[in-house]
């Protein structure tokens, strides 16, 4: 449904039809009301975005290969059973987020 304009309320009034006119008012209130409304709930999807943005900025580590969340840690790390004569090196990882875990065998550089 088109809002009515200032022009179709001022040729109301001309008329004399003043309670028509008065409906076509509150029809462009009720419209600014659904437009603030949305204006609120954009700005606070805004806030939250910014925030998660914020939060991955700040992330130095890498995300979790199964869930992509930034809550991958490392949880142990020791000579290798078969390489670490060689300096092989086992570091196990594990997700805070949803517990997956990796084994990553690293030989020094």
Same mark, same amino acid.
């Given at each position: 449904m088109a809002?009515?304009?200032y022009k179709d309320i001022v040729? %109301? %009034?001309k008329k004399g039809a003043t309670i028509e006119a008065q409906e076509k008012i509150m029809e462009i209130r009720e419209a600014a009301l659904e437009?603030?409304?949305e204006?609120?709930?954009l700005k606070n999807q805004i806030l939250e975005l910014q925030e =998660?943005?914020?939060k991955l900025e700040a992330f130095e580590g890498e995300p979790c290969? =199964? $869930?992509r969340k930034p809550a991958w840690i490392l949880e142990s790390s020791e000579p290798d059973k078969t390489f670490g004569?060689? *300096?092989g090196i086992r570091r196990v990882y594990r997700c805070t987020? $949803? *517990?997956f875990t990796e084994s990553k065998l690293v030989t020094p550089k």
């Amino acid at each position: 449904m088109a809002l009515p304009n200032y022009k179709d309320i001022v040729e %109301l %009034l001309k008329k004399g039809a003043t309670i028509e006119a008065q409906e076509k008012i509150m029809e462009i209130r009720e419209a600014a009301l659904e437009l603030q409304e949305e204006n609120i709930s954009l700005k606070n999807q805004i806030l939250e975005l910014q925030e =998660k943005v914020r939060k991955l900025e700040a992330f130095e580590g890498e995300p979790c290969p =199964k $869930c992509r969340k930034p809550a991958w840690i490392l949880e142990s790390s020791e000579p290798d059973k078969t390489f670490g004569e060689l *300096g092989g090196i086992r570091r196990v990882y594990r997700c805070t987020e $949803c *517990g997956f875990t990796e084994s990553k065998l690293v030989t020094p550089k």
